[in-house]
């Protein structure tokens, strides 16, 4: 096997995932003909068919089941490996993309700061992602790490630093009785519908943001959901619901329609830092210290 070629190996996860010779090509931007070529390459190194192609479908043989299962984290843990002694040898630079909902607060600034006066050669670009899509960006690599609301369960994710913990406010219409309250406890909320989250968050993050009963078991009624962050304070404005947010997101947002109530006997909403497990490069880890460093200096 010393004859083994890393573009079959990557011809032949392409087509894997895509089960589509063309698009498995444009993915390596290579012709179709030439996935073909590297797939026969690879079937008469390893003495074994691997792909089964008809005029309707492409689907691997169960060998070739066994070798991608094989294949992909061994691969990956290549790529990864490869990438991190280059960025060693390359110093923290390039461009290093930073994911956030709803707002960039102090930390994550002053975080930015720091790590930019630490790595000038990389530059950064401060990116707004989906408040109903907190890790799809991650996954697509459309970001390269991002700041998200807590929990976290998706196990590609790395978990880095978890920072701004804080309590949480009720957002109701300046014309909602709450408004007149000083603060709430948690089971007032069965009195009052929660704005939620539609979209391709998963349903245990969704829940968080919006749970469906208090803490003693009182079930909450369910207002609409939302897929920004904007359009839930605009249906509180309009007194369709009420939302949870954290003080700091609070006292961005703040509007004369809108009140904001302190509210306890819930968990602390928390931010986290969070990556690609397979993506994980010296810049995130630099980023995370730098998320730390701030942090410690402000407590």
């Not at 670009?125 to 807590?150: C, N, Y």
């Not at 948690?186 to 391709?200: K, N, Q, R, S, Y």
């Not at 954290?246 to 931010?271: E, I, K, M, N, W």
Request: charge should be negative.
């Amino acid at each position: 096997m010393s004859s083994l070629d890393a573009r079959e190996l990557e011809a032949f996860l392409a087509l894997a995932e895509e089960l589509h010779f063309g698009r498995a090509g444009e993915r390596l931007y290579v012709s179709q003909s030439r996935i073909s070529q590297l797939l026969r390459s690879l079937e008469s190194k390893t003495g074994a068919r691997l792909v089964e192609r008809t005029s309707r479908r492409v689907r691997l043989t169960p060998l070739g089941e066994q070798l991608l299962a094989g294949l992909r984290p061994a691969f990956d843990a290549i790529v990864k490996t490869v990438d991190e002694v280059r960025d060693v040898a390359r110093g923290v630079g390039g461009l290093f993309r930073i994911g956030f909902q709803g707002t960039a607060n102090d930390q994550v600034m002053n975080a930015i700061a720091l790590f930019q006066s630490r790595y000038p050669d990389c530059a950064t670009e401060i990116v707004e992602i989906p408040f109903s899509d907190p890790f799809g960006p991650v996954h697509r690599r459309e970001v390269d790490t991002a700041v998200v609301l807590m929990p976290v369960q998706e196990s590609e994710l790395v978990l880095g630093h978890v920072f701004s913990k804080q309590p949480h406010s009720l957002a109701v219409s300046s014309r909602h009785p709450f408004a007149e309250r000083d603060a709430l406890d948690a089971e007032d909320l069965a009195a009052c519908p929660l704005i939620g989250v539609h979209g391709a968050a998963p349903e245990y993050w969704r829940r968080a943001q919006a749970p469906a009963a208090t803490p003693g078991g009182r079930p909450i009624p369910a207002g609409p959901s939302v897929g920004t962050l904007q359009e839930g304070l605009a249906l509180v404005q309009a007194d369709r619901g009420a939302m949870l947010l954290c003080h700091p997101t609070a006292d961005y947002y703040g509007r004369r329609a809108v009140t904001f109530v302190p509210l306890t006997g819930l968990q602390d909403s928390v931010l986290a830092l969070v990556w690609h497990r397979n993506h994980e490069t010296a810049r995130t880890r630099a980023f995370s210290q730098a998320l730390a460093a701030v942090a410690d200096s402000a407590a």
